[in-house]
């Protein structure tokens, strides 16, 4: 993505599986933990989320903002 002017924060998550400790199989569910927290701005600047790594997050405008964001269609289309 790219700032264009103002101030925002990007708050990024991986995606950690549950394993059932009685069966040690991993089920349908798991759990976002929180991988980082940036403040962008008020300069403009590129970022990058990568599918497997931080893809899971949020964008909010600490200020006025404006953001250019690509998004591309699913990395794995069994899953949609």
Same mark, same amino acid.
């Given at each position: ?14 995606? *950690? #599986?549950?394993? #059932? ?30 599918? @497997? ?9 600490? *200020? #006025?903002?404006?953001?250019? @964001? ?11």
């Amino acid at each position: 993505g790219r700032l264009l002017f103002g101030v925002m924060k990007v708050v990024s998550f991986d995606l *950690e #599986d549950i394993i #059932d400790k009685g069966t040690r199989r991993k089920p349908r569910r798991q759990w976002a933990r929180m991988r980082s927290l940036e403040v962008h701005g008020p300069d403009a600047r590129s970022y990058w989320l990568a599918p @497997d790594i931080g893809n899971l997050h949020y964008l909010e405008a600490v *200020e #006025d903002c404006c953001f250019f @964001d690509v998004v591309t269609p699913p990395y794995n289309s069994e899953q949609g």
